[in-house]
């Protein structure tokens, strides 16, 4: 997530439309970044941050489907307005399937356009705002954070997997007086070890075989902002310490850079790991340590917030059956019985998931037991033929399709860590391009 609050990537291929469309932005109080091509486009969100993406679709050297599919791959679920003369059916229904946000009919008028980027704009400041809970702890958790986010200090934000740590993240930055700066997300998980340097530092034209093009990383796109390094106990030794020199001198050195580059960045890091245990064990760096762990949050499991079960699953129930137009309202009190009967390894985004998948499958007004698919107990899951491995099989390279092969976004969708996707294809001998 590259995200300037202010900035708008405009993409379009002839000159007139193109000046219209920056004016536009301009006069909205954002700052459009313009690209003639789809190839120009992609590189320069390498190298800057943007809130969202304003794109023609027939265009040369790439359509505008191809676009948005690369542009996803790299910027995950950034809003996207489709501007275009040629809508066809089908053509509407692929572009929406890449989850664009919205679509504008050429010719289309100045209050149309504005119209669009403004609603655009607010559901995305709005976005990560709405915290559900009605827990004492998450209510006093979600007031320290408000407290600490006016500050610049760093916060590291501890937590299982799916417990809301980067949604809170979201809520400190858009709290904080940086909110109108970006918030970068890196996932240092994700990256493999030898690339993260790279990402986070950047590097110079030149720096190493294969360095073409000078490379802004994302400590540098996150200028004024906050940058959020998730997973932090991932992160090898030697660039631990790189890191502790960043936050100690506050700049950077870029790979191959003939001076270090002064940057001001908040940051914040999350971890599912006991960093004790990792630094008694010697993976993490103790002076790191306490850098970074100035004012930690711990996020309490799912299954230690038993009443806001019931309330995420509502509120999850309403979103869906909203996004999926169906008209599911709540749930029959032994769902929700169930429900607080598991454990929720997966916390709130395995929740989450469960209750989607209800929704989708529901045929009644209200969410039933026998609407639940988990723990393969599932009447539809019994009928379908061939082993749990294959049906788990299946349903992991169907996420991938649907993600484009990005593994971080399967991985979140079906509730697992990205590890456990690598190493679940690497089982079926399988891959997908590394995204
Ligand atoms: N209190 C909450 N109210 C509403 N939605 C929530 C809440 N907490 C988490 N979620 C949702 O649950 C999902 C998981 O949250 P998030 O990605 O922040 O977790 P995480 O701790 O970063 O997970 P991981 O350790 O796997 O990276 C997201 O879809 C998020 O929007
Ligand atoms: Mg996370």
């Known amino acids: 997530m590259n995200e300037n609050m202010n900035s708008v990537l405009v993409v379009d291929d002839d000159p007139q439309m193109r000046a ?22 992609l590189k320069t969100l390498d190298n800057n941050a943007v809130s969202m993406i304003v794109t023609d679709m027939k265009m040369p050297k790439m359509d505008g489907l191809s676009f948005i599919k690369e542009a996803r791959k790299k910027l995950g679920d950034l809003p996207i307005l489709v501007i275009t003369g040629y809508a066809t059916v089908e053509n509407a229904v692929d572009v929406m399937k890449e989850g664009v946000c919205d679509y504008l009919m050429k010719p289309f008028s100045f209050e149309a356009l504005t119209g669009k980027i403004e609603s655009i704009m607010s559901r995305k400041r709005n976005k990560g705002r709405d915290i559900i809970s009605s827990d004492e702890k998450m209510k006093n958790i979600l007031q320290l954070a408000g407290n600490v986010a006016s500050s610049d200090m760093t916060v590291l934000i501890l937590g299982e997997s799916g417990t809301g740590k980067e949604m809170l993240a979201q809520y400190i930055h858009t709290s904080s007086r940086r909110s109108k700066k970006p918030l ?26 294969g360095a073409a093009e000078k490379k802004v990383g994302k400590f540098e796109l996150a200028h004024g902002g906050t940058i959020l390094l998730d997973e932090i106990g991932e992160m090898s030794s030697i660039l631990q310490a790189k890191l502790l020199r960043v936050l100690q001198e506050k700049e950077i050195d870029r790979i191959g850079g003939k001076q270090p580059v002064p940057v001001d960045v908040r940051v914040i890091a999350t971890t599912n790991r006991d960093l004790q245990t990792e630094i008694t064990e010697g993976r993490f760096r103790e002076d790191l340590y306490f850098r970074i762990s100035v004012f930690p949050i711990e996020l309490p499991p799912l299954r230690e917030r038993p009443d806001d079960i019931e309330v995420l699953a509502e509120h999850f129930a309403d979103k869906f059956a909203l996004e999926l137009n169906k008209k599911v ?69 169907k996420t991938l399709e649907n993600t484009n092969g990005n593994k971080t976004k399967a991985a979140r969708l079906l509730g697992v860590s990205v590890r456990t996707i690598r190493n679940k294809l690497n089982g079926y001998g399988k891959n997908f391009p590394v995204v």
């Open 20 to 41: 219209a469309l920056k004016e536009a932005v301009d006069r909205m109080g954002c700052s459009a970044i313009v690209a003639e091509d789809p190839v120009h486009a």
């Open 184 to 209: 970068i997300a890196v996932n240092c998980a994700a990256i493999p070890d030898n690339l993260l340097e790279s990402e986070l530092f950047g590097f110079e034209k030149g720096a190493f075989t």
């Open 329 to 397: 309202h709540g749930f029959r009190d032994e769902a929700i019985d169930l429900l607080k009967s598991r454990a929720w390894k997966g916390n709130i985004r395995e929740l989450e998931n469960v209750v989607h998948r209800a929704v989708l499958i529901s045929r009644d007004e209200s969410i039933g037991v026998d609407d639940f698919m988990m723990d393969g107990s599932n009447p539809q899951n019994a009928a379908g033929k061939g082993s749990i491995k294959d049906m788990e099989m299946d349903l992991i390279m």
